[in-house]
């Protein structure tokens, strides 16, 4: 069983950054990817950005260049620092494990994620 809980959510002005946290607890076997995901009410669920346990870490298009996805091994946390946001970005995000597997190039889906977060808020005004 893995536990993950998400931290850092928030209200921010149009411009600002914020920096969500993901701890991890359980056993997460040699190899993972955590994807971090985002779902506006009304909206389907976007995958922003995914790191695996070599570090290596992959950006959706829309947040490229903004969001830094990173690992702390000695606090078992994952971090997405989301710089320069903007008022679409208001939504409930996740982060979520898939287990003995790395990240790629080509995206899960969110279904292929095994274990998944409650989920922080995060609302940017404009």
């Known amino acids: 069983q893995v536990h993950l809980v998400e931290s850092g959510g928030g209200s921010v002005q149009a411009g600002g950054s914020l920096r969500l946290s993901c701890a991890v607890s359980g056993n997460t076997y040699t190899s993972y990817c955590v994807g971090w995901f985002r779902q506006a009410p009304g909206k389907e669920r976007e995958g922003v950005a995914r790191?695996?346990?070599?570090?290596?870490?992959w950006y959706a298009d829309s947040v490229k260049g903004r969001f830094i996805a990173a690992k702390d091994n000695a606090k078992n946390t994952l971090y997405l620092q989301m710089n320069v946001l903007n008022a679409d970005e208001t939504a409930m995000y996740y982060c979520a494990i898939k287990l003995d597997s790395w990240c790629y190039a080509r995206p899960f889906a969110f279904y292929d994620y095994h274990y998944w977060g409650q989920g922080t808020q995060v609302t940017v005004s404009s």
């Open positions: 790191i695996d346990n070599r570090g290596f870490a």
